[in-house]
């Protein structure tokens, strides 16, 4: 039964789960996709392996990948302006997706729900607002006299109307 729930985890389909639901929603998950056994929620829990890192956030040692991260600040900034009525990116996969768990529905090509869209709220294009995302550029340095060049993550916060975080929200889907 451990190398089972081991072998769950390190799923590619199920570790990208654990970004979006707590323990007890991946316990159900396992259950389904397991019928042959019957375990408890706090076992299941102690079998959890080790290197499993399920999403904290005082420690943050979760996935900040720059398209889930940016995706979650664009959800709380179309929240924020009553523009949408999800308030969290799971909220957001259970209303476009059938099935928040199938890779098909994620990726948009399930017959099912692909034409599945977002209620948007009515809103003032002229009002605009700030929304922060992540971005990537270069930055240059010097080493021991040589120029280097590496890659940085910064948050930035920019000033946006309505209608462009809304676009910007849909090419992140």
Not at 20 to 47: A, G, M, V, W
Request: with cysteine; proline share 2%; aromatic share 14%.
């Amino acid at each position: 039964m451990k190398t089972a729930i081991e072998k769950f985890f390190e799923d590619d389909e199920n570790s990208r789960l654990c970004l979006n639901f707590n323990l007890y929603q991946l316990h159900q998950n396992f259950l389904k996709q397991h019928p042959e056994y019957r375990i408890s929620y706090s076992f299941f829990c102690t079998l959890r392996p080790f290197w499993t890192v399920i999403p904290n956030v005082n420690a943050r040692e979760t996935c900040l990948c720059i398209a889930h991260e940016n995706m979650n600040l664009a959800v709380m900034a179309l929240k924020r302006h009553e523009i949408i009525a999800e308030k969290s990116t799971y909220d957001v996969l259970k209303f476009l997706c059938c099935d928040s768990r199938n890779v098909i529905c994620l990726s948009r090509n399930c017959d099912c729900c692909k034409n599945r869209h977002l209620n948007y709220q009515e809103f003032d294009n002229f009002k605009g607002s700030h929304y922060w995302f992540w971005t990537k550029s270069k930055k240059k340095y010097i080493k021991n006299g040589q120029e280097k060049v590496t890659m940085q993550s910064l948050k930035q916060k920019v000033l946006a109307y309505p209608k462009n975080t809304i676009e910007h929200f849909e090419k992140l889907l």
